[in-house]
């Protein structure tokens, strides 16, 4: 900071905050602002969009400042987020009231961070998607291990997992959290910094003290009240590392404000299926390769009706499981719901009136709740106890919910009889506590409201027992509520009255009665605003004593809303059951794109189905076929089908019977990383290695046109040598699209190969895609049909054919050569040349070739044939 002003308290007091958090930008209150100074304004204004301008100083110099309404604060500060700013929030601590009672009129309010806001520590629905988490998390590495942690301050949910090194890039793909706390000195350590490239705007460093796996575990019981964790898991000293750190990190950033977290659930390896970050990409689970939501998997297939179901579902597609019994699980629940539609109409629809159950407790908790919340959690609570007594006699699957959404009707009824039908967002507002919850609040209520009519009652009776008829109680900001007399009724004031002022034409009294009703009347607004408070926080109070009951109720709700939104989903596509075996078994009757299919519906056109059959006979497909005809919405549709299968939804297909699979490939398009030096080959490479390195027999792989970025005979080379290394070395299920025909030849030599190819019928040098797959390998590729239907010129088209026809007659080497001899710079600008007519007769060929046809070099001497060769040679020039 320049031009200190050591005569300014209030900036001596902005410095040392400043100073105590170093590295956020210091929201400073004054009055009804939030003031920013010195390089944290120059740095806030062009964020915000928000004008830098100078505050004087004593000594003359001009300090920059700006600042942004504090009843209107979330949109900046969603701004700064994104922007990748943290904020400290620095608020008053005492009333103008109390700074003068402390130190007099010229004392400086006192002021304290109360919160810093990171990416990851967001609670506000303003500030957060509401149907996708948003994770804090945290890595650490002990003993050669790595250790994750993640939580969501806004709903109180927190894992752990131990990962092997390997996997930390798909892990993080998979949680994407919002921020990521690390030790000093990772983002270097040669097993993390290729995968933390990636993340790099979300990275935290810390100090590696803070990642003590000791004092780690002792943060985790003091969190959760236990003498040992053995309860919640066998948590590996990594884990433990990174679960301490998250937990310093939210008492550091939450000011010691008390969040709710449910007791870490540890994840299990192998338990959820792998996914790579590049496979993610590819498939577009959750987003699109431009980051859209529309178009991706979860768009295509989410029906719930929650926020809480929505998040619920992205985290499963996120994570799909690995387990073939729990999977069974979840099948049961859908397959239940489908068969009974009245029932999960009645279900959804109750489902609609539920509020954000466990975002409301979380902001309660956190000290940032208010009326509204409390009245979510009553609505949310009342739904539950509807939709408990409406699953009360269903199937045995939906069974295990029931109990979860009951056993609150002691914290219902407290907030039904306190809280009004629609209570303000704010706390400040007032007039949330319903009448009669409170007899206290009601009386001052009353005397707030009513106070006028009080002292009109008052005055009247005193009339009556004095006798004066003009006896009048009036008020002034001199001595406040006053009984004035006539001097001509003087003497009929009873000596209860107490003589307050003389005029000379009136005499003010007060008595003890008006006394205390003036002070009643003075402080009631006051009055009323602290009871109000008071009954509040005992609401929150009884809220967060029932915080962690509450969490386990909000999971029963998102999980039986991912239910109802999946069986309405089967019922809608028309989905079929998969079976879920233990085995390598995959076989899809009729298989359907699930995003595709969606989107041709909207234009009333049809899907055509295609089977696919990875039996253990024939585990490895080689697909040919043109480009157009379907082979990259064929590899997908199938990798998709197993994702859905795996987080238990229905499938588009007739039939499917899919042994779990524990990892899942794709190396489908391309795509360059020219940020980090790496062509768009070097990329293909790089993701074709780690599946050759990673993937297993119970891994289903889809690999598209491997090696099509080099040349022509290391291509085709590069893709024979994987297609033998997956079918002889990893022996997975796998899909491996190509236009390089000559590898069909390998079906004769590897018995677990099959060639199936994209079916295309041609009529009049016209042909058409018929999106089918059907058995045997493709001849050719039709890339010059698939260009016309683009629109390239007509000479490129026809020089296009030329050249295919010269290369297809086998002379490959040879006719290159020629070839490219023959491409002058403009050769594919010249206009074709003019068929011949049919009336035409065989053209007179050029003297040289006239004369060359007459000699017979077998009969030729040494000496003849030398003239020969003058002759033509002369033959050549003249010509």
């Not at 629109?791 to 054919?801: D, K």
């Amino acid at each position: 900071m320049t031009g200190r002003d050591t005569g300014s308290p209030m900036l001596v007091q902005y410095r040392a905050l400043k100073e105590a958090h170093p590295g956020c930008l210091l929201f400073f209150r004054l009055g009804d602002f939030y003031e920013m100074f010195f390089e944290d304004a120059q740095a806030a204004a062009p964020a915000l969009d928000v004008a830098l301008t100078r505050r004087p100083q004593s000594n003359g110099v001009e300090i920059p400042m700006c600042g942004v309404p504090a009843h209107a604060v979330e949109p900046y500060l969603q701004k700064l987020i994104r922007a990748g700013f943290k904020v400290a929030i620095c608020e008053q601590t005492e009333t103008p009231a109390e700074a003068r009672k402390r130190g007099g009129s010229k004392a400086t309010l006192q002021r304290d961070v109360v919160r810093v806001v990171t990416p990851g520590t967001l609670t506000e629905d303003g500030l957060l998607d509401v149907r996708r988490n948003n994770h804090l998390a945290a890595l650490a590495r002990v003993q050669g291990r790595v250790g994750l942690a993640w939580l969501d301050l806004s709903t109180g949910t927190f894992s752990t997992q131990a990962i092997d090194p390997a996997d930390l890039a798909g892990t993080l793909a998979a949680i994407e959290p919002g921020e990521l706390l690390l030790p000093d000195g990772v983002i270097e350590a040669e097993w993390a910094a290729p995968v933390l490239a990636e993340w790099t705007e979300r990275l935290t460093p810390l100090a590696q003290a803070r990642f003590d796996s000791t004092t780690g575990e002792r943060r985790l019981k003091t969190a959760f009240g236990v003498a040992t964790l053995d309860a919640f898991g066998s948590f590996e000293r990594a884990e433990l590392a990174a679960a301490g750190a998250l937990l310093d990190y939210v008492e550091v950033t939450q000011k010691g404000a008390r969040a709710f977290l449910a007791p870490p659930r540890r994840i299990e390896a192998g338990r959820t299926l792998a996914i790579d970050p590049a496979s993610r990409r590819n498939l577009e689970l959750l987003s699109t390769l431009s980051g859209e939501r529309r178009g991706s998997l979860l768009a295509a297939i989410d029906r719930t009706v929650t926020g809480a179901g929505g998040r619920l579902l992205a985290a499963r597609l996120a994570s799909p499981l690995a387990d073939a019994r729990a999977i069974r699980r979840r099948l049961d629940r859908v397959e239940t719901l489908i068969e009974h539609a009245v029932l999960r109409a009645d279900l959804r629809a109750a489902l609609k009136a539920v509020p954000d159950l466990e975002r409301a407790v979380s902001r309660l908790c956190l000290g940032r709740g208010g009326p509204r919340d409390l009245a979510a959690i009553r609505q949310a609570l009342q739904q539950a106890a509807v939709l408990s007594d409406r699953l009360s006699e269903a199937a045995e699957p939906l069974r295990p919910l029931v109990a979860p959404l009951a056993g609150h009707d002691a914290l219902t009824e407290r907030l039904s009889t306190h809280l009004v039908d629609e209570p303000p967002a704010l706390l400040r507002e007032g007039g949330f506590i319903r009448p009669g919850a409170s007899a206290e609040l009601d009386e001052v209520l009353a005397l707030r409201d009513d106070g006028r009519q009080r002292i009109i009652a008052l005055q009247t009776r005193y009339q009556s027992e004095t006798g004066i008829a003009t006896l009048k109680i009036r008020h002034n900001n001199l001595i406040g509520y006053h009984i004035e007399v006539g001097a001509a009724h003087r003497a009929k004031v009873p000596a209860a009255f107490v003589q307050r002022q003389s005029m000379a034409n009136a005499t003010r009294f007060s008595t003890a009665e008006l006394g205390e009703l003036a002070g009643a009347l003075a402080g009631a607004a006051d009055r009323a605003q602290e009871l109000e408070r008071e009954l509040f926080d005992a609401l929150v109070e009884d809220v967060r004593r029932e915080a962690a009951r509450l969490a386990v109720t909000a999971n029963a709700l998102a999980r039986l809303d991912v239910a109802c939104g999946l069986a309405e989903l089967a019922v809608e596509q028309r989905l079929a059951r998969p079976e879920i075996t233990d085995d390598c078994a995959f076989t899809i009757l009729q298989g359907r794109h699930p995003v595709v299919e969606q989107a041709l519906q909207r234009d009333a056109l049809p899907f055509v189905g295609n089977d696919a059959d990875l039996s253990p006979d024939r585990r490895l497909w080689l697909l040919t076929g043109p480009n157009m005809a379907g082979k990259s919405t064929f590899l997908r549709q199938n990798a998709l089908i197993a994702v859905m299968a795996q987080i238990g939804s229905f499938v588009p297909a007739d039939h499917a019977v899919i042994g779990v699979v524990d990892r899942l490939f794709s190396r489908v398009g391309a795509a360059d990383d020219l940020a980090r030096g790496r062509s768009t080959f070097m990329v293909e490479m790089i993701e074709t290695a780690a599946i050759l390195n990673q993937a297993g027999e119970r891994s289903l792989v889809i690999l598209d046109e491997i090696g099509r970025g080099t040349a022509t005979y290391d291509g085709l080379s590069i893709a024979w040598a994987v297609v033998e290394h997956l079918h002889d070395k990893v022996r997975c299920r796998g899909l491996f699209a190509t236009h390089y025909h000559e590898l069909t030849a390998l079906a004769g030599r590897l018995e677990r190969l099959v060639c199936r190819t994209m079916m295309v019928k041609e009529w009049q040098g016209e042909i058409r895609f018929l999106h089918e797959v059907g058995e045997g390998g493709a001849d050719r590729s039709y890339g010059v049909h698939v260009a016309r239907l683009a629109g390239l010129p007509r000479t490129v088209l026809a020089r296009a054919e030329q050249v295919l026809s010269t290369l297809e007659k086998g002379e490959t080497a040879s006719a290159a050569s020629r070839l490219a001899e023959d491409l002058p710079l403009f050769a594919a600008l010249a206009e074709p040349p003019e068929p011949p007519s049919p009336h035409d007769t065989t053209p007179t060929p050029p003297p040289v070739l006239a004369r060359l046809a007459e000699v017979d070099p077998d009969r030729l001497s040494p000496r003849e044939a030398l003239d020969v060769l003058y002759e033509l040679h002369a033959l050549q020039r003249e010509d």
